[in-house]
């Protein structure tokens, strides 16, 4: 059975509704998945996973929070992490500028990105968890 290790780091609690819609997806496909908080995540949820989400919320200028998220996602550099890969989080104002950087960051860092990042502004709404839940059936589907 595959496993799907979905990262995040959540403030609010939007990007965490996320994962869990994510998660909802993938484990509807007959996928193991495990929640890990940004605060706890190692570099083995990466390397031992089948197939990787990361989730984080846009925080002052269009960057990732800074003090859990962002050291993780940095000491993923030099690790080559060629395994299926999605991004997601939420945010408030901005163009997604945030996500796109990330985006770039994570495909120079050696991850495979399956597809576009989900952005939803604020806390999701029905159509957001439902484009979360889609989320985790197409990564699952990898």
Same mark, same amino acid.
Request: aromatic share 8%; net charge negative; hydrophobic share 40%.
């Given at each position: 059975?595959?496993?799907?290790?979905?990262?995040?780091?959540? %403030?609010?609690?939007?990007?965490?509704?996320?994962?869990?819609g994510?998660?909802? %997806?993938?484990?509807?496909? =007959? #996928?193991?998945?495990?929640?890990?908080?940004?605060?706890?995540?190692?570099?083995?949820?990466?390397?031992?996973?089948?197939?990787?989400?990361? %989730? @984080?919320?846009?925080?002052?200028? $269009?960057?990732? $929070?800074?003090?859990?998220?962002?050291?993780?996602? =940095?000491?993923?550099? %030099?690790?080559?992490?060629?395994?299926?890969?999605?991004?997601?989080?939420?945010?408030?104002?901005?163009?997604?500028?945030?996500?796109?950087?990330?985006?770039?960051?994570?495909?120079?860092y050696?991850?495979?990105? #399956?597809?576009?990042?989900?952005i939803?502004?604020?806390?999701? =709404?029905?159509?957001?968890?439902?484009? @979360?839940?889609?989320?985790?059936?197409?990564?699952?589907? @990898?």
């Amino acid at each position: 059975m595959k496993t799907l290790n979905i990262i995040y780091w959540s %403030g609010t609690g939007n990007t965490e509704m996320m994962a869990e819609g994510i998660k909802k %997806g993938a484990e509807a496909k =007959d #996928i193991k998945v495990n929640l890990v908080r940004a605060e706890e995540a190692e570099l083995n949820h990466v390397i031992e996973a089948d197939l990787v989400a990361f %989730g @984080c919320p846009s925080m002052g200028a $269009e960057v990732l $929070e800074e003090s859990a998220m962002e050291p993780f996602i =940095d000491s993923l550099n %030099g690790n080559n992490i060629n395994k299926p890969t999605v991004l997601f989080g939420s945010y408030d104002w901005g163009d997604g500028e945030w996500m796109r950087n990330w985006e770039e960051r994570m495909s120079e860092y050696g991850s495979n990105i #399956i597809c576009e990042p989900l952005i939803l502004q604020n806390t999701p =709404d029905d159509t957001g968890l439902s484009e @979360c839940e889609a989320l985790g059936a197409k990564i699952a589907s @990898c």
